[in-house]
C-alpha cells in the first residue's frame, strides 16, 4: 500500500494541473467569492431590518450563501477530475505516474486539501463579513455554536468537492455530474425535505448543514449529520477509485 501514497512529485504536478486550468482554479476562487460577495450582499440588504429576516435559526442564516458556494464546490472538484478524461489525458498522466492509485490518490488530496483551506477561509470570512451588516441582531465569534458552525461550513464546501470528484471519476464528464447535484441539491432535496422529513435529513446538504444550525433539537446531531455528509463524500470516491482501476484509460 506504501508504493501507492502520494509523493511531493505528484502532488506539486497536481497542483501544477489545477493551477493552470483557468476554469478549475477559478471554480476554486468562486468558492470564496460567491460565498462571501452574497452573504455581505444580502445581509447589508434584509439583515439588518428585523429578527429572523435571513431565517429563523440565526446561525444557520449566518451561511445562507452556502447554497450558492456549493455549487462552486461541485464545479471545482468535478472539473478538476474531468480534464482528465478529454483528449486521452489520462494515459498521459498514467505514462507519467504508472501507479494508478498513485495518481488518484494525489489528486484527491491536493482537490480535498485546496477545498479545506479554501473551505475554511470562506466560512471565517462569510461569517465575520456577513454580521458586520446584520446590526444588531449580529452574532459574534464565540456566540454559541459559532466556531462549530465555521469549522463545519469549511468542511461541508471540502467534502461537497470530494463528492463531485468521485462522481466526476465515475461518470467521466463534468457536465453530467454538475447537472445532476445541481437540481438534486437545489430542488430534490427541498422537495423530498417536504415529503418526508426522516429520510431527508440523511441526504448529503441537509446532513451536512446541521452543523450550522444553532437549534439542534430536531434532526441529526451536528457532528453526526457532518459524519453522514462524509460517508456520501467516501462512497463517491470509492466509486470513483473503482471506476479509475478497472476502466481503460
Keep these: ?52 429576516s435571513m431565517g429563523d435559526d440565526p446561525l444557520l442564516a449566518a451561511f445562507y450563501s452556502l447554497n450558492f458556494g456549493q455549487t462552486a464546490a461541485f464545479a471545482f472538484g468535478a472539473t478538476a477530475f474531468s480534464s482528465e478524461f478529454h483528449n486521452g489525458a489520462l494515459r498521459t498522466s498514467l505514462t507519467a505516474v504508472p501507479n494508478r492509485a498513485r495518481l488518484y490518490l494525489s489528486k484527491l488530496v491536493v482537490v480535498g486539501g485546496l477545498a479545506f483551506l479554501v473551505g475554511q477561509l470562506t466560512a471565517l470570512v462569510t461569517f465575520v463579513a456577513g454580521q458586520a451588516f446584520t446590526g444588531s441582531y449580529a452574532l459574534e ?10 469549522f463545519g461550513c469549511g468542511t461541508y464546501l471540502a467534502l461537497m468537492a470530494l463528492l463531485a470528484a468521485g462522481l466526476t471519476a465515475v461518470l467521466r464528464s463534468a457536465t453530467v455530474v454538475l447537472s445532476l447535484l445541481i437540481p438534486f441539491t437545489l430542488i430534490v432535496s427541498f422537495v423530498l425535505g417536504a415529503a418526508s422529513e426522516g429520510v431527508a435529513q440523511y441526504l448529503p446538504d441537509r446532513a451536512g448543514q446541521m452543523m450550522m444550525r444553532l437549534d439542534t433539537s430536531t434532526g441529526l ?10 460517508l456520501w463524500a ?11 482501476r478497472r476502466r481503460d484509460a
Design 141 to 150: 465569534l464565540g456566540s454559541p455554536g459559532s466556531y462549530r458552525a465555521i
Design 221 to 230: 446531531a451536528p457532528w453526526t449529520g457532518l459524519g453522514v455528509l462524509a
Design 1 to 52: 500500500m506504501s508504493t501507492a501514497l502520494p509523493t511531493l512529485p505528484v502532488l506539486n504536478s497536481e497542483w501544477i494541473k489545477i493551477r493552470s486550468l483557468r476554469g478549475t482554479f477559478g471554480a476554486l476562487i468562486s468558492v470564496f467569492a460567491v460565498t462571501v460577495g452574497i452573504q455581505v450582499l444580502t445581509a447589508s440588504m434584509t439583515g439588518g431590518t428585523e429578527a429572523g
Design 234 to 244: 467516501l462512497v463517491a470516491v470509492i466509486g470513483g477509485w473503482t471506476s479509475v
